[in-house]
């Protein structure tokens, strides 16, 4: 297997267009209803695949509607689902978008699955197979977030297998007291440009790539900055990448799109300038 995506699982609701919620106990109507399947790993995990990348899903979904639906995404896509985990005692995570006709979201999530992932639920003969145990959704798993994500990290690298993290936005404000134990075994790291501003108190993309490598040895930082394009940084390169200029239809997913580009890039052994402008076009 050439990537493993492991992290959070989420089924999508969008209903739209909604421009005000009606008063309690009462009802109000819309046009459109949406179902996909996302969450950061799903993501990536089904872009690798559409680039002709080996890439397996590990995670925690229910028995349910919505898990069935996540995994029958994943194998339509072809990616391999041996790591998934249904579980009848929980329900899979979903999130309820609610959007308004400027195109505004507000969302409702239901943590679910994802919030229940522990170590003990994953697949370590499927782990040793990867070249890239790619771990999206940091920050919010809590029963995974700290120390047992450390502990997958570092017996991941322990057995010669690139390690990759993305964060996501930390609702709880804990940031760098969550993370940190995990940043000692990260070989490529991948926040977008607020998640690091939080994690490292720094504003600058270079001040933070320095403050990640002397004090944590990342080799690889690639920090996302949507319209404005990416700063990536390893021991003896730096280099900024435009977005490419498109029209933009919903930029839901496009970080874990972008992380996904770059896996590849590092997989096909191109080199920084290569890599960082396929994520862009991935992105």
């Not at 929980?90 to 507000?106: L, P, Q």
């Not at 322990?158 to 990260?186: Q, R």
């Not at 920090?223 to 919903?250: C, F, Q, R, W």
Request: hydrophobic share 40%; glycine share 8%.
């Amino acid at each position: 297997m050439d990537v493993l995506s492991l992290g959070i699982y989420v089924v999508d609701v969008l209903g739209r267009p909604i421009d005000q919620f009606p008063e309690k106990g009462k009802l109000a109507l819309f046009d459109e209803l949406e179902i996909h399947t996302g969450g950061c790993a799903n993501n990536t995990a089904l872009v690798l695949s559409r680039l002709g990348i080996h890439a397996g899903a590990m995670g925690k979904i229910g028995t349910d509607a919505f898990g069935d639906l996540i995994l029958q995404t994943l194998k339509d896509n072809d990616v391999d689902v041996t790591g998934m985990r249904q579980d009848a005692d929980v329900s899979t995570s979903f999130t309820f978008v609610a959007i308004a006709s400027d195109g505004e979201r507000t969302f409702y999530h239901y943590i679910g699955a994802n919030g229940e992932l522990c170590e003990a639920d994953l697949n370590w003969e499927l782990i040793k197979t990867t070249k890239i145990l790619h771990i999206a959704g940091a920050l919010v798993m809590p029963n995974f977030d700290g120390a047992p994500m450390a502990n997958v990290l570092r017996e991941a690298k322990s057995l010669d297998i690139t390690t990759s993290l993305d964060t996501a936005y930390d609702a709880t404000g804990k940031w760098m007291e969550t993370l940190e134990p995990c940043l000692h075994h990260v070989d490529i790291f991948m926040p977008s440009i607020v998640e690091a501003q939080h994690l490292t108190g720094r504003s600058e993309c270079r001040e933070i790539a320095q403050f990640l490598r002397n004090i944590y040895n990342i080799q690889t930082i690639a920090i996302k900055m949507g319209e404005n394009g990416s700063y990536v940084s390893t021991p003896e390169t730096e280099l900024s990448v435009p977005a490419y200029p498109v029209n933009v239809v919903d930029a839901t997913g496009a970080g874990d799109a972008y992380v996904a580009g770059f896996l590849a890039g590092t997989l096909m052994d191109w080199d920084l300038q290569a890599t960082a402008e396929l994520a862009s076009a991935t992105g």
